[in-house]
């Protein structure tokens, strides 16, 4: 049986991560993995959340199962954070999930099984997990325009009239916040027009709002999610506390389906139950628990957005770094959009030639589209950036 299977293709920021960890300079910069680093070029745990977990251990007194959909305290928590009572909460279901990317798994499950021949759009580019889990669970895509590469920015015009092509009850996949792999986001202006083509088109939005804290702030960076959700009479949402808490690796997600009534939303928790048992039974807990711990506790919620905006303010002033150093090195603005995009990731728009050279040649690992990590640098190295990118012909 087992040699009937196929060679699976590698995952190219893996293989990355592999290339960089093997090559022996010691001036090499890692900008592939989205991760944050400090400055000193460590991932920590955040202070509120090592109290929480100190306080979790002093108290909890069981490690038996949750129910299916996790924590209630922590899915309150987080229809809280990232919703902000745009909507009633008796019209949102919502599960634990492993992940930001169970989070995704499950909402397009729950697509297959509510509308089958349903096609979702995603923006190009778009986080390649998205595209593989909707291959993978045999659904269809199709991709609307989204990045410019002429300007860094959004190609709003090219959007709407993607969108404008979609079939009633199809599904938009769209980043809430801080767009993964561009870093280049709507205005609230352009929100409001893409809103009106879901509106008039009929389509369900899922949004994936994974940086939440990273971009503007915790309420700004969820302005467009809360707003899309209050406009639409139904909606999906795939959230990750990844990176604003810093638990990677406690694979710790949540996904709310927004129904046009309370009745609908019971109708979608028992889907959104079922899946997860078909899936994994029982969401995994602690990551959650730190997360309810914190949010419920006002001492340890300020500490955490206190963290956050460190790391966010950290994240923006290293923009500005580079983009002004960038600057001065060619005499141009071509590269002011880094200071304008949001987030973990910026898509520098090299061609693959120059990404190539710029890791053989000056031990610069980036992604091949030339999406960097903007957390991957500090002060010391952003003028080597910007200098190897020169150097390289970027």
Request: aromatic residues 6%; contains cysteine.
């Amino acid at each position: 049986m087992l040699e009937a299977l196929k060679e699976q293709p590698a995952d190219k920021i893996l293989s990355l991560m592999a290339a960089y960890r093997a090559d022996p300079r010691d001036d090499k910069i890692d900008l592939g993995v989205g991760v944050y680093k400090d400055p000193q070029g460590r991932t920590p745990v955040m202070r509120a959340v090592k109290a929480a977990e100190k306080r979790i251990w002093e108290r909890q007194e069981t490690k038996a199962y949750t129910g299916l959909a996790g924590d209630p305290a922590y899915c309150d928590a987080m229809v809280a954070l990232v919703l902000g009572g745009a909507v009633a909460r008796d019209r949102v279901a919502a599960v634990a999930t492993p992940g930001g990317t169970g989070a995704v798994r499950q909402a397009v499950d729950l697509v297959k099984q509510a509308a089958p021949g349903a096609t979702i759009w995603l923006s190009n580019p778009t986080w390649p997990n998205h595209p593989s889990i909707i291959r993978h669970l045999g659904m269809t895509s199709a991709e609307y325009r989204y990045f410019d590469s002429a300007t860094g920015g959004v190609d709003v015009e090219g959007m709407l009239e993607d969108l404008r092509g979609a079939a009633e009850g199809d599904v938009v996949l769209l980043h809430g916040c801080c767009h993964n792999p561009t870093g280049a986001n709507l205005t609230e202006a352009e929100w409001d027009r893409v809103i009106a083509v879901l509106q008039e088109r009929g389509l369900i939005p899922l949004i994936d709002i994974a940086y939440q804290g990273f971009g503007d702030g915790l309420d700004a960076d969820a302005a467009a999610t809360r707003k899309v959700a209050g406009a639409m009479p139904e909606s999906l949402i795939a959230a990750s506390c990844s990176k604003n808490f810093g638990i990677y690796r406690e694979r710790t997600g949540i996904l709310m389906a927004i129904a046009r009534d309370e009745g609908g939303a019971t109708l979608a928790q028992g889907n959104l139950n079922h899946l997860n048992r078909q899936n994994y039974s029982f969401p995994p807990d602690h990551g959650a628990r730190v997360v309810a711990t914190i949010l419920t506790d006002d001492e340890l919620r300020a500490d955490w957005q206190a963290e956050l905006e460190e790391v966010r303010s950290t994240m923006l002033e290293l923009r500005r770094q580079l983009a002004g150093e960038l600057a001065r090195l060619t005499n141009s603005d071509r590269y002011a959009f880094i200071a304008e995009h949001r987030g973990m990731f910026s898509r520098l728009g090299l061609p693959p030639e120059i990404v190539e050279t710029l890791r053989k040649d000056h031990g610069v690992y980036m992604v091949g589209d030339s999406r960097i990590n903007i957390a991957g640098l500090n002060t010391d190295t952003v003028p080597l950036l910007a200098k190897a990118i020169v150097a390289a012909g970027g």
